[in-house]
């Protein structure tokens, strides 16, 4: 997300343990209104893509935290650590 035109500074918004959802992206949309450009990571992308959970109430209701467990443990320091190399880059050729 990012204001109309010109370049702006960039933020690296990483959700919480529920992933992406509509919250995270309301504080993308308001960053952006404040003038940056916001990339909201999904952390799961290695299992899945967008939206797993509507609200953090669904997640607990859905069992959650048993069903991001084997994606969580895709998420050493290292790879963390290569994937916010990879979107700083990213963001910097933008």
Do not use: C, S
């Not at 035109?5 to 308001?30: N, Q, S, Y």
């Not at 939206?51 to 607990?60: G, H, K, R, T």
């Not at 935290?65 to 994937?83: G, H, S």
């Amino acid at each position: 997300v990012q204001p109309d035109g010109g370049t702006h500074p960039a933020v690296i918004l990483w959700p919480d343990i529920a992933g992406i959802r509509e919250a995270k992206r309301a504080i993308a949309r308001k960053l952006a209104g404040a003038g940056y450009a916001v990339l909201v990571v999904n952390p799961y992308y290695r299992d899945v893509t967008g939206e797993q959970y509507v609200d953090f109430a669904a997640f607990i209701a859905d069992k959650g935290f048993q069903k991001v467990a084997p994606w969580r443990v895709k998420l050493t320091a290292e790879a963390i650590m290569r994937d916010a190399t990879a979107i700083a880059d990213w963001l910097d050729r933008q």
